[in-house]
């Protein structure tokens, strides 16, 4: 399985960014995934997970982002969204894809760089 992330940059405070992931590989090593999220990790911080999708469409966030983040997925597309609102300054990182399949192996996309100016 490959991921594909896209969507970062520098919004300013209070503004908005949409990430995606875009899944790609075997129809059977697509059918094994079950699960989706993102991560991210700033600036001399640990990786934490922010929000996540199952293929039955559960969603869980992390306690800073809820009310402000949504996660959601297109499965036609085999692609999973980050929508990002009312962005904060601590919300700057680098956002990562993850996929997870029924074995529990994980997949990771390359980063994407959210910058939140003040």
């Known amino acids: 399985v490959q991921l594909q992330a896209s969507g970062g940059g520098l919004v300013q405070s209070g503004g908005s960014l949409r990430l995606s992931c875009a899944a790609s590989g075997s129809s059977l090593t697509l059918l094994s995934l079950n699960y989706m999220g993102w991560y991210r990790q700033a600036p001399g911080k640990q990786r934490e997970l922010v929000a996540d999708?199952?293929?039955?469409?559960?969603?869980d966030y992390v306690d800073s982002v809820k009310g402000r983040f949504t996660i959601y997925r297109d499965s036609a597309k085999n692609t999973v969204y980050l929508q990002m609102n009312t962005l904060k300054p601590e919300d700057t990182a680098v956002y990562y894809c993850?996929?997870?399949?029924?074995?529990?192996?994980?997949?990771w996309g390359q980063g994407t760089l959210v910058t939140v100016s003040s």
């Open positions: 999708i199952t293929t039955d469409g559960d969603t």
């Open positions: 993850n996929a997870r399949n029924k074995a529990f192996h994980d997949y």
